[in-house]
């Protein structure tokens, strides 16, 4: 483990045969750990201002998945429950309390999947930028939709997605688009028995404002979210305005 000065520690760990690179802001008094996951191709690099705001008050653990960041692929191949069952595995490893999962893009549907799985690891459930539209859900549109993004996001924000893409590697990316176009969202919502708050940036093209209702629609408990003049990587744009409405999110949920 290596921990820098005033950031969070940072491990490499091996559960079932799988690798993840755990990044911890551990906090003695925190009532709360919120889990963050990345999307299809990235990393934790484009959570890290989101793990800032959030850690200023809260205990955050954001993960690297097995082939993505730099870590190697694991040996047999991870559809979305397969993934979001090694999570699980990850969580229990660590010996974590049950945390609010926090996932963007595709990291939506393997925190919807890991709640659905494993209620008792998950207090709540945060979908940024949920994929796939069930009425665009073909490669071709998700990448007229990606492309469009591109023109909606700040320079720092595009660079972090096309090194990671780079880092991630074309044929891991495609294995990986293959599952998530396959994972039906919408359904798997019906089975969180956990609160759900489905939030995107108002400019997303690929997290469009009609598709979000209908997922959280879906849920048989759920809010939606919508911040201003952000694109799809809104945790990065507005990393402020996500941790207020998580947050909030958590606390009119426990107040009920």
Excluded at 187 to 205: C, H, K, Q, S, T
Aim: glycine residues 8%; contains cysteine.
């Amino acid at each position: 483990m290596r921990a820098r000065p005033d950031g969070p520690s940072i491990q490499e760990v091996t559960v079932g045969g799988t690798t993840f690179r755990v990044v911890l802001s551990p906090r003695a008094d925190a009532a709360h750990m919120y889990l963050l996951v990345h999307g299809i191709g990235m990393s934790h690099r484009y959570l890290r201002r989101l793990h800032a705001e959030l850690a200023h008050d809260h205990a955050v653990l954001s993960i690297d998945l097995p082939g993505f960041g730099g870590l190697p692929q694991p040996a047999r191949e991870l559809d979305v429950p397969a993934m979001a069952a090694a999570i699980a595995r990850l969580l229990a490893h660590l010996k974590l309390p049950p945390v609010v999962a926090v996932g963007h893009s595709m990291g939506s549907q393997w925190v919807i999947e890991l709640a659905a799985q494993r209620p008792d690891l998950v207090t709540h459930v945060v979908a940024m930028g949920p994929v796939a539209d069930d009425r665009h859900r073909t490669p071709t549109a998700q990448a007229l939709a990606l492309a469009l993004d591109i023109f909606r996001e700040p320079p720092l924000a595009n660079w972090l997605v096309l090194s990671d893409y780079v880092r991630c590697g074309i044929p891991w990316y495609l294995r990986q688009l293959r599952h998530m176009l396959a994972y039906r969202t919408e359904d798997r919502v019906r089975a969180l028995a956990r609160p759900l708050l489905v939030i995107r940036g108002a400019r997303d093209p690929i997290a469009g404002a009609a598709w979000c209702r209908r997922l959280s629609a879906g849920a048989a408990d759920a809010e939606t979210s919508e911040i201003p003049g952000s694109g799809h990587v809104v945790q990065h744009s507005a990393p402020r305005g996500i941790a207020d409405a998580i947050v909030a999110f958590r606390a009119r949920q426990e107040s009920r």
